[in-house]
């Protein structure tokens, strides 16, 4: 018997189309025929719900492993399906009874009413984040739907009927379809050929009329054929060589773990329908800064079930992008609900510099962390940064020989070690720091204001999820609080520490970064140092920076943001847009993210030779097309002034292509890419 065979989706199609009008009725395989899974392996998708169960279960105080969970559910489907046998020809399983079965053994009399739905919910939705519809297969089914054709779905599989009714109706797929069919209700599978007089019966059919179209020789094609029904098959060589790649590289993530990052993004990999032309700005977002971001929010939420950290900040500007992509993520790598609350916070380092004055004043460190950009100078540029009126500091400057504009910086014309050490003089002044305090009083209770009104001080515990570098939000954060007894203990949680000056750690207050820490020095992850502007940019918010704390007359609290009407302002807008499609790439990317890498990996501890990999190969690899694509148009630094510093003392920034332009650019690309290898090569030999 011949079957007629098709080796792509669209010969198939035309096929069909010259047969559409001498039927009236067309069946369709759901499974690889209307659907395909971006696994290889669709038992892989039962791994997370396996995990789901044992987390909760394990919440309960039963100890049951996920390793277990999974053995126990393969156990009860085979004894179904074997029991099953003895009756039917095909050996057949329906997924809500071996699972009730298998969830009252797990739990006993621990067992909640209704978490059957709730395992089975979250199992489709698992389905539905790895389904993908075949473009012109759907497209077809749509206009036979049009045409008045009856279109039915049969499959054989341990799911039900109204189960693949939810799969086809997130695939919209559902609306044009008459009836779906599956073998998990009567036991009668398409296998055996039992299922098509089944069908026949219940839809009142004619072989002659009926057309069958799936991908399986034996279930698709020649038991329909032996009926007398039309068939047409789907053995397309393009989406084998896709699963035989995706299997590879699952096979090399469970034996190293560089591939497990590898193995992730080969499921997040559009495909279909999806694979759609986007700018190159989009597939930056989604391929490189999208599993970055999700990786590190991935790790967030692990540190906190660790820790049990009841509540997570996300702060800045940047936090409103690692909040969203925790908002995408989470449903779906921790179903079982531990989780803290999450809540965005509306801080930055110019509003905490001032508030964070009003008890402990204005110290050396403060001063200090004030001269690190190049651009600040001299006094005035230290009013600026902590929101301090410069005319009423005169007096206290001129008892210590200085003034607004004397140069306190080293790199700049006019400093003089006296300078500094006058100004080291001055901030020991008791004086000098009760007018500091009284000027940043106002600021530091409308932000306590702000805090109790959120109930950051109900906690004895929170994390603080920031993009990072020196940890200075941090930093003042603390000191604007630390005089409070009922201050929780902080737990930063940085996308990179670059820890430029020394954190002030302690046991309520320490910091770590998990894409770079300082501390726990990577050369690889340290490639992120060359375009750190570049992250901030990615993830910041379209909306302005906040400015200050302020207290009103009636002692309520208001949060005062920057304008965006003049030339900064200006430019941060069309930054925001110039980044829109990157950041939609990046929220894309957090979609497919959760279940590639529930399906991959139990938790974050492989994910770090990747990490390594994209940073290196885009950071310290780049090609000047990546750089001229994403490299940012405008970048808001708050603490950084406008002055000039001395000629020789200006840093010599054509070693970095992520900063430079023209010939600078491609000689940077050429200079990092031999210090890279050289360093590499320099470890290796040693």
Request: aromatic share 12%; glycine share 6%; with cysteine.
């Amino acid at each position: 018997m011949t079957i007629n065979t098709f080796y792509s989706t669209k010969t198939l199609v035309e096929a069909g189309r010259r047969l559409q009008d001498s039927v009236e009725v067309v069946s369709f395989d759901m499974f690889d025929t209307l659907l395909v899974r971006r696994t290889h392996d669709p038992d892989l998708l039962k791994l997370p719900v396996a995990r789901y169960i044992s987390e909760v279960a394990q919440r309960k105080g039963l100890d049951w492993d996920w390793r277990q969970v999974q053995l126990k559910r393969d156990e009860r489907e085979a004894a179904m399906r074997a029991k099953t046998g003895e009756t039917y020809v095909d050996h057949e399983a329906r997924y809500p009874d071996y699972m009730a079965e298998m969830l009252e053994e797990v739990f006993e009399d621990k067992l909640d009413s209704g978490f059957l739905k709730q395992v089975t919910d979250y199992e489709m939705e698992i389905e539905n984040a790895m389904l993908v519809p075949r473009a012109d297969i759907v497209e077809w089914l749509k206009e036979l739907s049009s045409m008045g054709k009856k279109v039915i779905v049969i499959s054989d599989i341990y799911l039900p009927a109204e189960n693949l009714e939810t799969l086809l109706a997130h695939a919209g797929i559902l609306e044009h379809v008459d009836k779906v069919y599956s073998s998990a209700d009567s036991f009668l599978a398409k296998a055996s050929g039992r299922a098509y007089p089944f069908v026949a019966a219940k839809e009142d059919l004619l072989p002659a009329e009926w057309l069958h179209v799936g991908d399986n020789p034996i279930s698709d094609g020649f038991r329909a054929e032996e009926l007398g029904i039309h068939s047409l098959l789907l053995q397309d060589p393009e989406e084998f060589r896709r699963r035989a790649i995706a299997a590879r590289q699952y096979f090399y993530s469970c034996k190293r773990p560089y591939w497990k990052g590898r193995a992730i993004q080969q499921l997040m990999a559009p495909l279909e329908a999806e694979n759609i032309d986007r700018s190159a700005m989009y597939a930056e977002g989604y391929n490189f800064f999208g599993p970055l971001i999700s990786m590190f929010i991935h790790y967030i939420a692990e540190r906190c079930r660790e820790k049990k950290i009841k509540k997570v900040f996300f702060l800045s500007r940047e936090g409103w992008m690692f909040k969203q992509v925790w908002e995408k993520t989470m449903p779906l790598l921790y179903p079982d609900g531990n989780l803290p609350e999450i809540e965005y916070l509306y801080v930055s380092r110019q509003a905490l510099a001032g508030a964070s004055c009003a008890h402990e004043g204005l110290t050396q460190e403060k001063a200090d962390i004030v001269f690190l950009p190049a651009g600040n100078k001299n006094f005035r540029d230290v009013c600026r940064v902590f929101s301090l009126d410069a005319e009423k500091m005169v007096p206290h400057l001129a008892r210590y020989e200085l003034d607004l504009d004397s140069t306190l910086s080293p790199i700049h014309e006019g400093f003089t070690t006296k300078n500094r050490l006058n100004l080291e003089f001055m901030i020991r002044d008791n004086a000098f720091q009760e007018e500091v305090k009284r000027q940043s009083a106002d600021a530091n209770t409308a932000l306590q204001k702000y805090l109790e009104s959120l109930g950051f001080f109900d906690q004895q515990e929170v994390a603080l999820v920031d993009i990072g570098w020196l940890g200075t939000i941090q930093r003042f954060f603390h000191s604007a609080i630390r005089h409070r007894d009922d201050r929780p203990k902080l737990n930063g949680m940085l996308f990179g520490a670059t820890r430029g000056i020394p954190f002030p750690t302690d046991e309520d207050n320490f910091i770590e970064g998990f894409i770079f820490d300082r501390d726990r020095f990577d050369f690889a992850s340290s490639a992120i140092l060359y375009a750190r502007d570049l992250f901030e940019e990615a993830c910041r918010a379209p909306y302005p920076t906040l400015n200050a704390y302020a207290l009103n007359e009636d002692g309520s609290h208001e949060l005062v943001f920057r304008q965006m009407d003049d030339a900064i302002g200006v430019g941060e807008q069309k930054q925001n847009a110039y980044y829109a499609d990157l950041q939609q790439g990046v929220l894309d990317a957090a979609d497919r993210f959760a279940a590639a890498a529930g399906v991959v990996t139990k938790g974050t501890e492989g994910y770090r030779p990747w990490i390594n990999y994209l940073l290196v190969s885009k950071l310290a690899f780049p090609k000047r097309k990546e750089i001229n694509t994403i490299r940012h148009l405008h970048h808001l630094d708050d603490f950084h002034g406008a002055n000039q510093p001395k000629k020789a003392r200006r840093p010599k920034l054509i070693h970095n292509p992520w900063v430079v332009s023209g010939w600078r650019q491609w000689l940077g690309c050429r200079t990092l890419r031999k210090q890279f290898r050289r360093h590499l090569e320099g470890m290796v030999n040693y």
